[in-house]
C-alpha cells in the first residue's frame, strides 16, 4: 500500500508526467503488485527491494512495503507512514523512524531525489551507444542484453572506446533514473557531469521525466548534482536487508 495526501494512481503521475512526485519516484524505483508491495527494484537484473521506503516531497508522501512481509506487521507499518507529514528538511529523519526500525530492523539507507532544471544545455561531443564493445574496454559487468533496457547510453569516447556514460539505472514508462560512471583515470575532468546532462535530453526526447537520486554521505555524487544546478524535491528513506 502506498498514498501521496490521501491519494494514489498511476493517472495521477501521468498527468503531471514533467513533475517528479513521490509516487512517480516510487513507480520509476520498484515493481509494485495490486496492493501496492514491492515485487522488485526495476533493474535489468532485479533485487527484491528494500523492506520498507518511505519518499518524502514538500507536499506528499508516498511509501510501500515488500510483498513478502507479513500482513500484521506491514499494517502496522501502514498506519505509521500515513501519519508522516511532507517535509522540506529532506536531511531530517522520518518522524517514526526509531519505530520503523524497531518493527522491520534492517540496514537504513537515505539519499535525495533531483530533477532537471528546464532547459538544460545539450553538452557537445556526446554520443549515444548501443554496443557492448564500446564499453568493454574501461567497464567491466556489462552484458549484451542489458543494453536495450539502460538505454540511452550517452557517452564521452576516447581512441574509440567510452570513458564516461550515463544511462538508466531504472527505468518505467513514465520516468527514468540517472547511473553514471566514469572510468577511474579520466575522473576529476567534469566528464560525468556532461554525458548526465546529455541523458537528461535524450529521456525528455521520449517523454519521460529524468530523474537523479543518490545517498546523503556519497560526496561526489552530491557535488555532480550541485555542477547540474538540479532541483532537490524529494528525499527517499529505507530499511533493506
Known amino acids: 500500500m502506498h498514498r501521496a495526501n490521501g491519494s494514489f494512481g498511476c493517472g495521477a503521475a501521468a498527468e503531471s508526467v514533467r513533475e517528479l512526485t513521490p509516487e512517480l519516484q516510487l513507480h520509476t524505483l520498484f515493481v509494485l503488485d495490486e496492493r501496492g508491495c514491492i515485487v522488485s527494484t526495476r533493474e535489468p537484473s532485479p533485487t527484491p527491494g528494500p523492506r520498507f521506503v518511505l519518499i518524502r516531497g514538500a507536499t506528499q508522501c508516498a511509501w510501500a512495503t515488500r510483498a513478502d512481509m507479513d500482513d500484521e506487521l506491514a499494517g502496522k507499518v501502514h498506519v505509521l507512514a500515513g501519519d508522516e507529514p511532507p517535509t522540506r528538511d529532506f536531511q531530517r529523519e522520518p518522524v517514526y523512524a526509531t519505530r520503523y526500525i524497531a518493527l522491520l530492523g534492517g540496514r ?16 557537445k561531443d556526446i554520443v549515444s551507444i548501443d554496443q557492448l564493445s564500446l564499453l568493454e574496454r574501461h567497464f567491466r559487468g556489462w552484458t549484451a542484453d542489458e543494453i536495450p533496457e539502460r538505454s540511452p ?37 567534469g566528464f560525468g557531469a556532461r554525458v548526465t546532462a546529455a541523458w537528461a535530453r535524450a529521456i525528455e526526447a521520449t517523454g519521460r521525466v529524468p530523474i537523479y537520486s543518490t545517498s546523503w554521505t556519497n560526496s561526489a555524487s552530491l557535488a555532480l548534482a550541485r555542477k547540474l544546478s538540479l532541483d532537490l524535491c524529494a528525499s527517499d528513506w529505507s530499511l533493506c536487508d
Open 153 to 189: 547510453i550517452m557517452a564521452i569516447m576516447k581512441d574509440g572506446a567510452a570513458i564516461s556514460v550515463c544511462f538508466c539505472a531504472r527505468r518505467s514508462a513514465t520516468a527514468a533514473e540517472a547511473g553514471v560512471e566514469t572510468a577511474e583515470r579520466f575522473r576529476g575532468r
Open 108 to 123: 537504513t539507507e537515505a539519499g535525495p531525489a533531483f530533477t532537471f532544471p528546464a532547459g538544460i544545455a545539450q553538452p
